[in-house]
């Protein structure tokens, strides 16, 4: 088997290992039970209250949570009550009370629980511990229990209760000593021959509150232009002429790339909106752009150069056509993804909102782009929220090649807003005078509101899909139709009827707008393409050093403790006090979310900033993504992992890349807080490790926290974060007690922890991993095996450095993963190890993960696929 990746199920080591027999017997209780009988269990668990209540710090720690907890030991058929609802704390057995949370165990289990022998989370994940009840308000009497433990043992000697004698063996086998001592001409590792993630940084003290770069910052606010007749035709003229260059350019293969969307026909819909938007409102728009980005005084030479695809080109060449941004001009970009807009400017809009003021956020979508849940996501959460969003649908009747009669169910668009409540109009699109004045009116009322709106434009391409379209789709009678209604040759007989503008007026602004487009084809062509040494620019925005370089040091002795839950509570009091920009939305995170996690904050910050939304992750996710562009520093909630598949291309297509796509003009100081992994029966949608899916997306932080400490000193940093980050949370690990100053503190991302030191080979895990490697190697130091344990905390970017060094000492690898393992971060993580560490590795690496099936529904088919510390120890010490 030499130098094969070994790949065990732990379906299959669950045959050999029972877990509830073998943790027991491994934490000294036995097999039989360790009291004799219910009156012992009873004598010694009530000494024990006697003892906790006599202590005036314990009861006052004790009374800060008023709640009834029953203590239902399944084994000898009784219940022993913690009241803790009055003014002074005490404990009573076998009452008929109804209680807030009921814990069902066994005697032996609660044994181990005060023994400080008991792994928390692994007793719920394998229902050793049923909860029942509000088990996040139980979960707060952990911390205050804490010095309670030390009675227990105190109470067993008094009361004449033996300890089963400890088992634990040598540290360090002879062995595996002989071993180390034989190695010569240690190699060392090589980080050049790994993945380099591209995260510019810079130093700069931690106590400066981190600057929140974005897009508003670099605009100049301004007053509604005073557009006239004349200047809306040459905005027009404008379009066309750029657009007719393009056409012709595409043609003979000068442009990189082989789809370009036109909008020759529609250029009455662009300068009669877009002309009139302040450089301070936002405005996002699609795949079809080039007008709208035009009308609203995008640098016309910047913007033919980033169409062909040169350095000086608005986004430096790296978004081409479907993603022109200038965030001068407050344009938040166009997106080739159909209905994205709709979210960002939704985002937009929230910030405007708390901003002040009276600027708006517009989005501009094509008719097929309603059809797309994004959009009605967003309206409903627009509607809401009362946003000052304007949402212009450009009817042109096809989406793609498709009729809007073959798509639309109902294609009179501007009645989809009825469903919200939402104010809606319907203009001709190919009259810039209806869409001027129509519109223009809609934006003052919406300046002076603040409240959404929706206009539908009707009008017509008459160009393909994208050039080299065979528009088989569509009647060619239809097509002259429209082509004879010019919007262009309209507004000029309008204006020479009138007397505004003569013939030789009209042939004027012509040439100037033809010399326009001349000097920025000139501009484009005369520009170099981008260096290759560029390729990595802009990926992420630079970021405080201290967030990243920083050692990632291990918790102090202290004697505040904390549980997960209530340590990301508080990191994101302490965020939130510390940046006004930051705020939590997300579902039912006002009364503390699914697992509690945010209770009681929405007192502090009020409705405004802890904000509940609808069950819509399209718009949780992407609204976050618009206001994070635009100034806010969001935290959005997922309830459980699970669903982050319902958000993808929000995280993936938007958070992941608006800054590369936009040349580095956007930056994404966003966090998504969200709970995954199984344990708690609820089966295939509510139990996935879903970090696999997220690790190794360039331009994403993805962080995973093992305990209190972590989960703490990783958000705030996550939080402060000029990047998106994913930040996963267990929900097992809720609960999971430890140590957590009181004063400030921050711990870097991208830097993993060696949580125990050993000789014998290196175990690398995240999140519930971690404590189940820790557990196992207590039971290889049994057999005199000692194992040196990372907690990696941070998955991308991956600390191979600390990995490395740790398997250049050790000589073995083992990856612990609560997901099936392949082609999982196990997978990678041993990938790193082989290439940059080749021959540092003495025996074939073990990769241990979870049964390639979805999660089962069944307790007994749940556990036998779960990662067990037994299964980990046997095959480690198999090496």
Not at 242 to 261: R, V, Y
Not at 330 to 340: C, E, K, Q, R, W
Not at 653 to 674: C, D, F, V
Not at 840 to 860: D, F, I
């Amino acid at each position: 088997m030499t130098g094969v990746i070994k790949n065990y199920s732990f379906l299959q080591l669950a045959s050999v290992f029972k877990y509830a027999s073998d943790y027991v017997n491994h934490t000294g209780g036995g097999i039989m039970s360790f009291f004799k009988d219910k009156e012992e269990l009873q004598a010694i668990l009530s000494e024990l209250w006697d003892r906790i209540l006599r202590d005036e710090a314990l009861v006052s720690s004790l009374s800060t949570v008023k709640i009834l907890v029953q203590f239902d030991f399944k084994d000898f058929a009784t219940s022993l009550f913690i009241d803790n609802r009055g003014e002074t704390p005490c404990y009573f057995w076998d009452k008929d009370e109804k209680a807030d949370v009921m814990m069902i165990l066994s005697s032996d289990t609660a044994h181990l629980f005060w023994m400080e022998s008991l792994n928390v989370p692994l007793a719920l994940g394998s229902r050793k511990i049923i909860a029942k009840g509000s088990i996040q308000k139980a979960l707060k009497l952990l911390p205050a229990l804490k010095p309670a433990f030390a009675l227990y043992p105190q109470v067993l000697h008094d009361m004449g209760k033996k300890l089963p004698e400890s088992k634990t063996g040598k540290k360090n086998s002879s062995s595996a000593r002989k071993f180390f001592k034989k190695r010569k001409n240690k190699k060392a590792w090589d980080l050049t021959k790994l993945p380099d993630v591209p995260l510019p940084l810079t130093s700069s003290p931690r106590t400066e509150k981190p600057a929140t770069v974005s897009l508003s910052e670099k605009k100049p606010s301004g007053k509604n232009k005073d557009i006239t007749e004349k200047e809306l035709l040459a905005v027009m003229y404008r379009i066309r002429c750029f657009e007719e260059h393009l056409k012709e350019t595409f043609a003979s293969g000068e442009l990189p790339t082989e789809a370009i969307h036109l909008s020759i026909g529609q250029e009455a819909v662009a300068a009669g909106v877009c002309a009139q938007l302040r450089d301070s409102d936002y405005l996002n728009t699609t795949h079809r752009g080039h007008g709208h980005i035009i009308a609203k005084g995008a640098d016309l030479q910047g913007m033919m150069a980033e169409l062909y695809g040169r350095r000086t080109g608005l986004c430096s060449g790296k978004g081409g056509s479907m993603h022109v941004t200038d965030s001068s001009r407050g344009i938040l970009g166009a997106n080739g993804i159909v209905g994205a807009g709709y979210l960002l400017a939704m985002g937009a809009g929230f910030s405007l909102k708390n901003v002040g003021g009276d600027d708006i956020s517009v989005v501009i979508a094509g008719d097929g782009s309603v059809n797309q849940g994004m959009f009605h996501e967003a309206m409903n959460m627009m509607s809401l929220f009362h946003l000052p969003v304007l949402v212009v649908v450009e009817n042109n009747l096809y989406g793609e090649f498709t009729s809007v009669e073959n798509h639309s169910a109902v294609t009179e668009m501007y009645r989809r807003a009825e469903a919200y409540n939402i104010e809606a109009h319907r203009f001709n699109g190919n009259d810039v005078r209806e869409v001027f004045n129509g519109v223009g009116d809609i934006i003052e009322a919406i300046r002076q509101d603040r409240r959404p709106r929706l206009i539908e434009l009707m009008t017509y391409r008459w160009r393909g899909h994208m050039e080299g379209d065979t528009e088989a789709y569509r009647p060619e009678k239809e097509k002259e139709k429209y082509i004879n209604e010019d919007p262009i040759i309209s507004h000029e007989m309008y204006l020479s009827e009138e007397g505004t503008m003569t013939p030789a007026d009209i042939e004027d602004t012509k040439k100037k707008v033809v010399e326009e487009v001349k000097a920025a084809v000139a501009f484009a062509r005369d520009s170099e393409e981008p260096e290759l040494t560029s390729l990595m620019d802009s990926v992420y925005i630079q970021e405080d050093s201290s967030l990243w370089n920083d050692a990632l040091i291990p918790p102090p002795e202290c004697d505040s403790f904390l549980s997960v839950s209530a340590a990301i509570n508080r990191a994101l009091e302490d965020e939130m006090n510390n940046d006004a920009g930051v705020f939590l939305w997300g579902e039912d995170v006002t009364l503390g979310g699914y697992f509690n996690v945010t209770d009681g904050l929405v007192d502090t910050f009020g409705t405004g900033r802890i904000i509940d939304t609808p069950i819509s992750e399209n718009a949780i996710v992407g609204g976050a993504v618009g206001a994070a562009m635009t100034g806010m520093r969001p935290v959005a909630e997922i309830l459980f992992g699970d669903f982050l598949s319902c958000c993808m291309d929000p995280i993936l297509n938007q958070a992941a890349k608006l800054r590369y796509m936009t040349g580095g003009q956007a930056s994404i100081p966003l966090t998504i807080r969200t709970p995954l992994g199984s344990g708690i029966g609820m089966a295939a949608q509510h139990s996935q490790s879903m970090e696999r899916f997220f690790a190794g997306i360039p331009g994403l932080i993805v962080a995973a926290p093992s305990d209190a400490y972590s989960a703490k000193g990783l958000l705030k940093s996550a939080i402060r974060s000029n990047n998106p980050v994913l930040f996963f949370e267990h929900k097992l690990l809720y609960p999971l007690t430890g140590p957590v100053p009181e004063e400030e503190y921050f711990l870097p991302l991208g830097k993993a922890r060696v949580v125990q030191t050993g000789n014998y080979c290196t175990i690398v895990s995240w999140l519930m991993g971690t404590g189940i490697a820790l557990e196992a190697a207590k039971i290889l130091e049994e057999k005199g095996l000692d194992v040196e344990v990372i907690d990696l905390t941070t998955l991308y970017p991956l600390d191979y450095t600390t990995i490395l060094e740790s398997v250049s000492k050790t000589g073995k690898l083992v990856v612990v993963e609560e997901g099936n393992s392949s082609f999982g971060i196990g997978a990678e993580i041993i990938a790193g190890a082989a290439i940059g560490g080749f021959g540092l590795l003495k025996s074939p690496p073990l990769r241990l993960g979870a049964a390639e099936c979805p999660v089962p529904y069944a307790k007994n088919l749940e556990q036998g696929m779960l990662v067990t510390p037994e299964a980990v120890a046997r095959e480690i010490a198999a090496l």
